[in-house]
């Protein structure tokens, strides 16, 4: 449990304090995190920016071009009363399981939650984590750093060589944590939960604030679609290639009789 961090014979001062600060952390930082939701499952993802984006792992939207968003509702009410929102993906990072989102319609209370820096790391200290654990939502839990661990390397059942810089906790995550913010005392996001060890207990990695901010700052790569050949068998008109790239797209039509193409 949580007494494992701390001294055995705390004040009841300071255990107030620290029950008192966690509650404060928890309802500012609950904010900014949201409930992603695919028809695969629901994973959890950061608002970063007043723009609408959201940070969440790539496997929590793998195959999906959009998700569902879903924000805190008041106390504990059921999240069937929350308004649900639309977001694209924009920008994917399969080596780091990383993926930014950006919502279509920007709620008026948008809190987006503090990005930290590698300075703010430090092992031994304290780290929180909210997420939706096997479905519980705006599920929190605390723990602490137990060491970072650059370019580290992983697969989590995808058949993909993940490496990124990661962030080693005791902080208990689960299935469904998955693309929630791993935060400071002074709730600045330093990490992403993204996986746990089946083979240890208690061992949890975050992809660190390293690897975020060279995600973000990339330029989106994209793929070029497949071309396919419209069937025009059936529809009258001749086919053309108005952009010249080799295919015919598109259909001319002498509407007039005149000899000259007006459609």
Known sequence: GLRNFGPNSASPIKDLKTRGSANNLFKAISRSVVLV??????????????????????????????????????????ISSSEKYTADVIKVDEGKDLALLRLRTIPYN???????????????????????????????????????????????????????????????????????PLVTDEQKLIGINSFVDPEAQGLNYAVAITSIEEFLRQVPQYKEGEKIEPNFSDVDGDPVDLDEDGHNESLARDTDGNGIYDT
């Open 37 to 78: 939701g695919t028809d695969d499952g629901v994973g959890t993802g950061s608002v970063i920016s007043n723009e609408g984006e959201i940070l969440t792992n790539w496997h929590v939207i793998k195959g999906y071009s959009s998700v569902v968003i879903i924000f805190k509702p008041p106390n504990f009410s059921d």
């Open 110 to 180: 948008l809190k987006p939650i503090l990005l930290g820096r590698i300075a703010d790391i430090e092992v031994a200290m304290d780290v929180h984590a909210v997420g939706h654990p096997k479905g519980n939502f705006w599920t929190y839990t605390k723990g602490v750093v137990s060491q970072v661990t650059p370019k580290f390397q992983w697969t989590i059942g995808d058949n993909i060589q993940h490496t990124a810089d990661v962030i080693l906790t005791q902080t208990p995550i689960n299935p469904g944590n998955s693309g929630g």
